[in-house]
């Protein structure tokens, strides 16, 4: 199974913000584009994968977002940002909870799920314009691809994640991180992956 992660140094840790104003919610708009790259298609969604969102903005960071397209999920291009702040809002203290079908939210750090992911045997790749052409690397079917916002990833974060993951570049210029996303996911798909 495919998963990404997206990390924001700054994206809102609290259902508070105002969906009409998403910049001011941490730059929520970002994540949002990145998610909708990631799952949905033409008419369809991607239900094969994962989408992480690892958000450290104020007033509780850190939380993780886990979210996997089901069935009985509602969900619409137009409305991804409401279902953030659901899913935000229905956080309880110290353990995971599954706040709507498929999607779930915890206090957790950024590199503690990236090491649960490579206990569980994961190929991690993480996104970086200096990397290896991702046309020419090995994927194996469990894979993750971390990418940051338009601040990207802290160093304390990048030099552990440099240690433990492949880098990999999907051009020589730079781009949004959900245009990003959307040239993962076809490199992808092209494989069969």
Do not use: W
Not at 104 to 114: A, D, G, H, R, V
């Amino acid at each position: 199974m495919r998963e990404f992660v997206y990390f924001s140094q700054s994206a809102r840790t609290s259902g508070n913000f105002d969906v009409k104003d998403l910049m001011k919610a941490g730059r929520m708009d970002i994540a949002i584009h990145s998610f909708i790259q990631g799952v949905f298609l033409s008419h369809g969604f991607r239900k094969d994968m994962k989408f992480h969102f690892v958000f450290y903005g104020m007033p509780d960071p850190p939380k993780h977002i886990e979210i996997q397209i089901k069935d009985e999920l509602e969900i619409s291009k137009k409305d991804v940002g409401n279902l953030i702040r659901k899913i935000l809002y229905k956080y309880k203290e110290g353990k995971k909870t599954e706040a709507l079908p498929g999607c779930f939210i915890e206090k957790k750090s950024f590199l503690k799920l990236i090491d649960e992911m490579i206990d569980e045997g994961k190929e991690i790749f993480l996104l970086d314009k200096r990397g290896e052409d991702i046309r020419k690397v090995k994927i194996p079917e469990d894979c993750v691809f971390i990418l940051g916002d338009h601040e990207g990833l802290p160093k304390k974060e990048l030099k552990r994640l440099k240690e433990a993951a492949n880098m990999v570049s999907v051009g020589n210029k730079m781009y949004f991180a959900s245009q990003t996303v959307a040239v993962v996911n076809n490199e992808l798909d092209y494989r069969g992956i």
